[in-house]
């Protein structure tokens, strides 16, 4: 069962992906992640986290290499948080001591997402897998290590990856959500709006009726009072 991180994981990659596919494949400062790409604020209900804490967690986790869904540079920062992690009692927000680290997402799980394998994790047993070429001998072997047929269509559907990478993001046919109301997206036309309950698909949350900033959950705006019809 998906957890804070694998939530996280798979936001970030989606929203990095409708961004520019291409996006996928290049190292970006980690601040990027909190402020920017996958803020509290308008994504903790896609999320499912509690808390601030409890995201606060999740990118700590992210940043330290956890699954290896990415890798931090320095080393010597990603190895700070990965040991902070691992205490009983720690620092969540101490990744934010070093927002210009810069931040590498594991192209094998990141695509593995976008083609809705959800087995997408790196094994466990290799928790800070590098970011691999397509033509790569490691690649190779990443493809055929599952075994059967399908494996091998999907190894095949790969290499046109090598001059423009994550090109498939847009071709996934799966139904996207609104982060705000959790309802299905149209998926055959660009979506400016939620057509249940008003929102962007991204950035702030804004009242329906007058655009002033709400949050999850808000039932009335808080500036107009007008029904914001979501929660």
């Not at 790409?37 to 986290?49: A, D, E, F, G, Q």
């Not at 699954?67 to 320095?74: I, V």
């Not at 998926?187 to 309950?197: A, M, T, W």
Request: hydrophobic share 35%.
């Amino acid at each position: 069962m998906a957890d804070d991180l694998d939530r996280l994981f798979e936001r970030l990659v989606s929203v990095l992906a409708d961004d520019a596919p291409g996006r996928l494949a290049v190292p970006f400062p980690a601040a990027e992640v909190y402020e920017r790409l996958v803020p509290y604020r308008s994504n903790r209900s896609s999320l499912k986290v509690a808390t601030h804490q409890d995201y606060e967690m999740a990118v700590l986790r992210l940043l330290a290499g956890e699954r290896g869904y990415a890798s931090l540079e320095p080393t010597e920062v990603r190895e700070a948080l990965e040991r902070e992690a691992g205490e009983k009692n720690p620092d969540t927000g101490l990744f934010r001591q070093f927002p210009d680290a810069l931040l590498s997402l594991n192209r094998l799980a990141a695509e593995r997402f976008l083609r809705r394998d959800r087995a997408y994790a790196p094994p466990s047993s290799s928790p800070s897998l590098p970011l691999v070429s397509p033509e790569s001998p490691e690649a190779a072997a990443d493809d055929g290590d599952d075994g059967g047929g399908g494996d091998e269509d999907v190894g095949k559907e790969r290499a046109p990856l090598a001059g423009a990478a994550f090109e498939l993001a847009e071709q996934s046919e799966s139904p996207r959500q609104c982060p705000y109301c959790g309802e299905t997206l149209p998926g055959s036309r660009k979506v400016n709006f939620c057509p249940q309950c008003g929102q962007p698909p991204s950035g702030e949350l804004r009242c329906p009726a007058c655009g002033g900033e709400m949050d999850v959950g808000w039932r009335y705006c808080v500036s107009c009072g007008r029904a914001t019809g979501f929660e």
